[in-house]
Each structure stands twice: as structure tokens, then as C-alpha cells.
């Protein structure tokens, strides 16, 4: 029997566009998210573009529209484990993780504060620190507390034992859905720079990568938006921005991630506008500023205080005395190798699908650097950035797009 009901794998930005798309005129709509909160990578961002405007710009809107429109269903903590059926026709198995926290949005701060245990905290980047209790995603939907039971010591968990809303008892579950048509928003992750050894990612603590920066830069990150060193907390007096940091590169990703050259200008913005006398230099293979944004690129460039080197970066080292980052280029125009001094680097690592390295549980391909490819026959559509690099709002467009098919799929257009 077939149903008119949709998937949306992922709950970012382009799975809460797909999906609302879809309920809006309505469909009833699952969104499965592996996170404990919905948002995705866009939460994690200090501004983003066209508009510069900060992630609540967007995402509080579209919680909102989640909130007041019963066609959407969302699950967190769950991933789709089982795919069985056909076009038009699908069971889909999902299981979820426990939360061991009851709904409700309790503030269970001082509970969480008093447990003994900090955690690196995955989305500060491991920039900053967690309890084992938390919710440390700002205006975090659902605005509920997640427990980490792992990581709870046997006094934690009995000091937790007596509130109502706690339950340690929780366990995982399953639940099967009947959908029409499945959408793949799943969004990417940043390239594991420990693997960009030679640029001195993950060894040398002067050394962030680009969404690190976004971090620092956020007014809710590890340093309330303060953008300092991260071995002394000092302001940099210079940074430089390497970019293509495993990107156009066939020992990491082959391709071009779009976004980086724009995300380089408009952090090197951020820096501007907290150290007026800061030196920024930007080194790159080529600066890719599409359509619109090149008169942005213009404007940042203007700044006589951000100048751009075309070469490529060989290698990044510490001065262990100092702790600054030493730089060895080759000017691409002028052929001379040189090794630079600056306070601090910002490596722009490209974009990751986060299906890389997944094997998923539908009969849809995935290319080697892990983008879907193909699975339209078969009413199962990619989205955002599990299709191609993209920025938020073209990965809106693509969501929409996705959302469009899916429509005509389940009803049999």
C-alpha cells in the first residue's frame, strides 16, 4: 500500500527546509537526526552567509515551524537502520538512542554543574568542555537535556537517581515508518585535519581549522566570541589563512569545497573587527568568490591590512618559545620560497560529506568522496550538501528542490 508520508534524513538546515517544504502542503513528515538537537552544522557558525546574520536568525523561525505544524515528526538521537520496500513504498527502521532525560525543558544546570566529570565537548570542537548532563547548543531544539551516561561516575548517577525527570533506566528502541519517498539531508563534517600532518593540524595549538574559528568567533563558543590564541589566550597581532587545506588534493578531497574561500573573508572580517591594527594574510591557489559574492570579496580585500599571497603552503611549524606559527610558502608569482611568522593560522578545511566512509541502508550509490549520486527511480533524493559543497542558502535551494520530488513521488506524479 502506498504512502504519501516523507523521510528526511538529517535535521540541519537542508532537512528542516525539505521537510517543512513537504508538511506545509500536507505531507506527513519523519526528520531522524543523530545529534541530540536539531540545527545541524549552520548551529555551529558564528554568522553565515548571504546576510552575515548569525545562526538564530534562520533556525529560530524554522523551530518555530516545526512547533506549530503537526505534519512534522522528529526523532533525535535515532538513525534509519533498515530501508525495505519500494518506491512509493517503504518501511524504514529507526532506532533510538536513550536520552535519559523525560521531555519537558526543566533547567537542570545546577544538576549538571555538580557532576564530577568535564568532557570535550563535541561541538566546541574540542575547543571547550561539557558535563556529562547537558544541552550546550545555544536555543537548542529540543530544549531538553541529554545525559551522557558513560560518562557518569557511580556518585553522579546516584546524586541523579531522585529527580522525576531522569530516568537511567531508559533504554534504546525501534519504531518502523511507512514513507513514500525518502530525501537525504545528512549534511557534511569537516576534513579530519590530523591527517593534514605536514600543516601541523591537531600538533600545534596556534594551528585551528576554519570551523574552529567559527567557534571562538561565536558569542556562545569557548572564549564568548573572543578570537584568541588558543596556547595563552592572547589577542593575535597576525594570522594567516591557508586555504585548500585538503581540498584539490588527491591525497585527501579531490575537489574544490566552494565555501572556503568566502568562510577565509569573512573570518579574516571577524578578526578585523575585533583587532583594528591585526596583519592578515590570506595565501591560496586560487580565490573562488561566485556570483554575489564577489563584491563581498571585494569590500574585504579593500582593507589595507589583509593582503593576499598566491602559493601554496608547504608546511606549518611551531616556535616553541614563542608559540607562533611558522609558515613555509611558495610564491606562485614570484617563485621565491620563504618561511613566515605569524601569531596564529586558520587552516580552511574543506567540506566532508558525512555519509564518507557509510554504507547506507538503501540500494543508493555513493561516490568515493561519499556525495549520493543517483536514486531519483527509486523516490530517494539527496540534499544540500550530501549531493555537492554548498552554502546555507543554496543548500535551502537544493532542500526545496528535493522537497518538490518527493511531493511528486508520493503522489504519483
Not at 534509519?80 to 532525560?101: E, L, N, Q
Not at 569545497?257 to 568562510?263: D, E, L, Q, R
Not at 603552503?313 to 610558502?329: M, R
Not at 539527496?382 to 535551494?397: E, I, N, R, W
Request: aromatic share 8%.
Amino acid at each position: 500500500m502506498s504512502s504519501s508520508a516523507i523521510l528526511v534524513v538529517g535535521g540541519g538546515f537542508s532537512g528542516i527546509t525539505a521537510a517543512l517544504e513537504a508538511a506545509e502542503v500536507g505531507h506527513e513528515v519523519f526528520i531522524v537526526e543523530k545529534n541530540p538537537f536539531l540545527g545541524g552544522r549552520v548551529m555551529q557558525l558564528n554568522k553565515y552567509f548571504p546576510k552575515l546574520c548569525p545562526p538564530s536568525c534562520g533556525l529560530e523561525i524554522q523551530f518555530q515551524r516545526i512547533k506549530n505544524n503537526k505534519n512534522v515528526k522528529f526523532f533525535t538521537m535515532a538513525e534509519v537502520t533498515k530501508v525495505a520496500g519500494k518506491s512509493g513504498d517503504y518501511d524504514v527502521t529507526i532506532s533510538i538512542r536513550p536520552r535519559f532525560v523525560e521531555p519537558g525543558s526543566l533547567d537542570l544546570s545546577e544538576k549538571a554543574d555538580a557532576l564530577s566529570k568535564d568532557v570535550p565537548s563535541e561541538f566546541e570542537l574540542g575547543m571547550g568542555s561539557r558535563k556529562a548532563l547537558y544541552m550546550d547548543v545555544p536555543f537548542a531544539f529540543p530544549n531538553r537535556y541529554v545525559l551522557d551516561k558513560d560518562n557518569c561516575s557511580k556518585d553522579d548517577l546516584a546524586s541523579l537517581a531522585g529527580t522525576d525527570i531522569i530516568n537511567t533506566g531508559d533504554a534504546a528502541k525501534e519504531i518502523t515508518v511507512k514513507v513514500g519517498s525518502i530525501i537525504y539531508a545528512t549534511g557534511w563534517k569537516p576534513y579530519d585535519v590530523t591527517r593534514l600532518t605536514n600543516l601541523g593540524a591537531g600538533s600545534i595549538k596556534n594551528c585551528v581549522s576554519n570551523m574552529q574559528l567559527e567557534r571562538l568567533a561565536s558569542a556562545s563558543g569557548p572564549t564568548k566570541g573572543c578570537i584568541t590564541r588558543p596556547s595563552d589566550g592572547r589577542a593575535p597581532r597576525s594570522i594567516a589563512f591557508v586555504q585548500c587545506a585538503g581540498s584539490r588534493d588527491e591525497n585527501h578531497l579531490n575537489y574544490c569545497s566552494y565555501i572556503c574561500c568566502m568562510a577565509s573573508l569573512k573570518q579574516a572580517a571577524y578578526v578585523r573587527e575585533q583587532y583594528p591594527n591585526a596583519r592578515i594574510t590570506i595565501y591560496y591557489i586560487d580565490l573562488r568568490t561566485p556570483g554575489r559574492y564577489e563584491n563581498f570579496a571585494k569590500k574585504i580585500l579593500a582593507d589595507d591590512k589583509i593582503s593576499t599571497v598566491k602559493g601554496k603552503v608547504a608546511a606549518v611549524a611551531e616556535d616553541s618559545a614563542t608559540g607562533d606559527v611558522l609558515l613555509t610558502v611558495e610564491d606562485a608569482v614570484t617563485g621565491i620560497k620563504s618561511e613566515n611568522r605569524f601569531e596564529m593560522a586558520v587552516l580552511a578545511t574543506g567540506m566532508q560529506p558525512s555519509l564518507a566512509g557509510q554504507k547506507l541502508p538503501v540500494d543508493v550509490a555513493l561516490d568515493e568522496m561519499g556525495f549520493i549520486v543517483g536514486g531519483e527511480e527509486k523516490g530517494i533524493f539527496a540534499a544540500g550538501c550530501a549531493k555537492t559543497p554548498l552554502d546555507v542558502m543554496k543548500s535551502a535551494q537544493s532542500a526545496t528542490g528535493a522537497a518538490m520530488k518527493a511531493i511528486q513521488t508520493v503522489r504519483g506524479r
